[in-house]
Nanobody
Framework: QVHLVESGGGLVQSGESLRLSCAAS????????VGWYRQAPGKQREVVAS???????NYVDSVKGRFTISRDIAKNTVYLQMNSLIPEDTAVYYC?????????????????????WGQGTQVTVSS
């Protein structure tokens, strides 16, 4: 099984920075696209940033120029650097990874692909 563990959330003041990390563990063959989502109280979950295996990034308009998504392939870890935080960034942040992982079947060894999610980390920005 594959597990994603996020860290780095917390309480900061407006204008400050945080760096979120998400580390994948388990039997992993490869990690393709990765991303960060967030969900604020009373709102739907929204994608914040994504990063393809080819290095293409996408950001929601509200964080462009302030947030940066990156990854360390060797460590199976994805990061979200968040600068110039504002109260509207307050939410639970979730990472997701499109993971190909090995499995054993009666026909032999093969791989499966699945989008795994972390448990979420709270980010609170006070004004």
């Amino acid at each position: 099984q594959v597990h994603l563990v996020e860290s780095g959330g917390g309480l900061v003041q407006s204008g400050e920075s945080l760096r979120l990390s998400c580390a994948a563990s388990g039997r992993i063959f490869s990690i393709n696209a990765v991303g960060w989502y967030r969900q604020a109280p009373g709102k739907q979950r929204e994608v914040v940033a994504s990063l393809t295996i080819g290095g293409v990034t996408n950001y929601v308009d509200s964080v462009k120029g302030r947030f940066t998504i990156s990854r360390d392939i060797a460590k199976n870890t994805v990061y979200l650097q968040m600068n110039s935080l504002i109260p509207e960034d307050t939410a639970v942040y979730y990472c997701t990874m499109d993971v190909r992982y090995p499995v054993e079947t009666r026909m032999g060894a093969t791989t499966l692909q699945y989008d795994f999610w972390g448990q979420g980390t709270q980010v609170t920005v006070s004004s």
